[in-house]
């Protein structure tokens, strides 16, 4: 059974940082291209930031392009999301999913819940 467990957010003021993890496991870990997600109340469900199952490839929304790092730790089957130059935008819950790279890429979302999502963490970027 995929369990996908998200943590580090928080509140934060504008211009901070905060370093995300999910650590995953029912699946193999080091075959899936990771993503992490965000959403926001009223809008749809976002991919932020994606990582091959390798990690030499990464692939960022345009909107976190220069703030944002993805990372994993494929012995430790967890991926990591650095947020830094935090805005009050930013504010949203944040989820990671495993996907191949294609599918990651292609796929919308309009909810970031169901099977292989999970329960999120929040971020509020706020004075």
């Known amino acids: 059974q995929v369990q996908l467990v998200e943590s580090g957010g928080g509140l934060v003021q504008p211009g901070g940082s905060l370093r995300l993890s999910c650590a995953a496991s029912?699946?193999?870990?080091?075959?899936?291209?990771m993503g992490w997600y965000r959403q926001a109340p009223g809008k749809e469900c976002d991919l932020v930031a994606g990582i091959a199952s390798g990690g030499r490839y990464t692939r960022y929304a345009d909107s976190v392009k220069g703030r944002f790092t993805i990372s994993r730790d494929n012995t430790r089957n967890t991926v990591y999301l650095q947020l830094s130059s935090l805005k009050p935008e930013d504010t949203a819950t944040y989820y990671c999913r495993a996907d191949s790279w294609f599918t990651m890429l292609t796929q919308k979302h309009l909810q970031c819940e169901g099977d292989n999502w999970g329960q999120g963490t929040q971020v509020t970027v706020s004075a």
């Open positions: 029912g699946f193999p870990f080091t075959s899936y291209a």
